[in-house]
């Protein structure tokens, strides 16, 4: 499988000082956390945003830095909930895109990675190379309705991302991504018959 290419784009943001008028201690949180994200102190910074939040979560800042603390902690799941609520919040900041599809991304590849050490249940397809199947894992169906849901929705992510950033440097990766992301969800989708199926649409 292709590995991320893009994760180095992912940075913090400051909060801004508008934001925060009414609670300094956000501010402070937030910082410590930049802090600890810098000196590679992933769980400190989280404990710290997580704070954040306790105290308001309708900041976008602190929901967006969140998110982006839990990829870097690999855990896909919060991070896409953290950054649902910042899409919320601010749905017209490009990069919370970006970071969302990362997500999505990454939560379905660590499928396939899990899958991969299972030798007991799942083992590589080996056929001929021109099958259309070729080089695909053999996955449960379950999970494989996940993957293909997570893909799309990655995909759907990333557009958004070129749509409210149209002139962004790395356009040409981005849209090789979404590439690469659409043809291997379409192949698991056809291995397992499931192109007809609602539950693989884009949660987007």
């Known amino acids: 499988m ?13 909060v801004l000082c508008s934001a ?6 956000i501010q402070e949180l937030n910082n410590k956390a930049q802090e600890y994200m810098q000196k590679g102190d992933i ?22 830095n969140l998110g982006v603390a839990y990829i870097s902690a690999q855990d896909f799941k919060k991070a896409q909930e953290q950054l649902k609520e910042a899409v919320k919040i601010k749905p017209d900041f490009a990069d919370s895109y970006y970071s969302l ?20 249940d799942v083992v590589v397809n080996v056929v001929n190379e021109d099958d259309e199947f070729s080089g695909l894992k053999n996955i449960a169906k379950d ?3 996940v993957l293909v849901t997570l893909l799309n929705s990655a995909v759907d992510s990333y557009k958004k991302y070129l749509e409210l ?11 090789a991504q979404i590439s690469y992301l659409e043809e291997t969800a379409l192949k698991y ?13 884009g949660e987007n």
């Open 2 to 14: 292709r590995k991320l290419t893009l994760f180095l784009a992912i940075l913090f943001v400051s």
């Open 165 to 175: 950033k149209p002139q962004t440097q790395d356009r040409a990766d981005v849209e």
């Open 101 to 120: 599809a990362v997500a999505q991304e990454s939560e379905g590849m660590a499928l396939l990675e899990e899958d991969e050490d299972d030798t007991s």
């Open 43 to 64: 769980q400190s910074a989280i404990c710290r945003l997580e704070s954040s939040v306790d105290l308001d979560g309708t900041v976008f800042e602190t929901r967006y």
């Open 143 to 145: 999970e494989a309705i």
């Open 189 to 201: 989708a056809r291995k397992y018959e499931l192109a007809e199926s609602p539950d693989i649409e």
């Open 20 to 25: 925060c008028i009414n609670n300094i201690a």
